[in-house]
């Protein structure tokens, strides 16, 4: 079945940029997500791409797809404080739900 | 109020007791999910309903059941709870034709 792989942890310096990685492994994935979920709290969607684009930027995030390697990035601009937080990728064929796959999530610390 | 509301957000139980956990929306979207989440591992799929008539399990339903009371109501039962059902349990709700959910903010279980 499909797998999703992610790095567990990630540490940054406040003002830096973050990127965070995820690799997946069906070819046949069409939306492709980003989830942030901060402590004690469920999953926030932050922003996601279909497989026809490459990229997507929206404010401090931007996504970049690379369909060949089956690579999905996020990178967050001038990280702040508030970016820590666990980042989930997740990757679906369809809008029907049943094959949504999250991967195990980035744990990103953001340093003063 | 949230739109998705899961309740009871902490619980304590023993091995071998019926617990339901609860979630109800306001999205006024046609599908539900529930999903379980432990360390490393991301989210896990156990039951998701696409109308009041429809449930399906996911990828690790065995131990749970799931109630489509109605189209904002959709509850989780572990019907004789064990040890390694201790997670973090979560509720999502979609559109029909988006792919992203809207998460609850999780119900805590430890089975003691």
């Known amino acids: 079945g499909e797998d999703v792989e992610q790095s567990l942890f990630l540490s940054v310096r406040e003002g830096d940029s973050s990127v965070i990685n995820c690799t997946y492994t069906?070819?046949?994935?069409?939306?492709l997500y980003w989830y942030k979920q901060e402590p004690g709290a469920g999953l926030q969607l932050l922003t996601y791409?279909?497989?026809?684009?490459d990229m997507k930027q929206d404010q401090r995030l931007t996504v970049l797809l690379n369909k060949k390697d089956k690579h999905l990035s996020l990178r967050i601009a001038d990280t702040q404080t508030g970016d820590s937080a666990i980042y989930f990728c997740?990757?679906?064929?369809?809008?029907?739900?049943?094959?949504?796959?999250f991967g195990p999530g980035t744990r990103l610390s953001v340093l003063p | 109020d949230a739109d998705v509301t899961q309740t009871p957000r902490n619980r304590i139980t023993k091995t071998g007791k019926r617990i339901m956990l609860e979630c109800s929306q306001t999205?006024?979207?046609?599908?539900m999910y529930w999903y379980r989440q432990d360390p490393g591992l991301g989210l896990r799929l156990i039951y998701y309903?696409?109308?009041?008539?429809?449930?399906n399990k996911g990828e690790i339903s065995d131990g749970y059941s799931v109630s489509r009371q109605a189209q904002a109501k959709f509850s989780l039962s572990l019907e004789s709870a064990i040890p390694n059902q201790t997670a973090l349990y979560f509720c999502?709700?979609?559109?029909?034709?988006?792919?992203?959910?809207?998460f609850g903010s999780g119900t805590r279980l430890t089975v003691v």
């Open positions: 999502a709700t979609s559109d029909r034709g988006q792919g992203g959910y809207t």
């Open positions: 069906d070819s046949s994935s069409t939306y």
């Open positions: 791409i279909f497989s026809n684009m």
């Open positions: 997740a990757t679906t064929r369809d809008n029907y739900g049943q094959n949504f796959v």
């Open positions: 999205k006024g979207h046609d599908r």
């Open positions: 309903s696409f109308d009041v008539k429809d449930i």
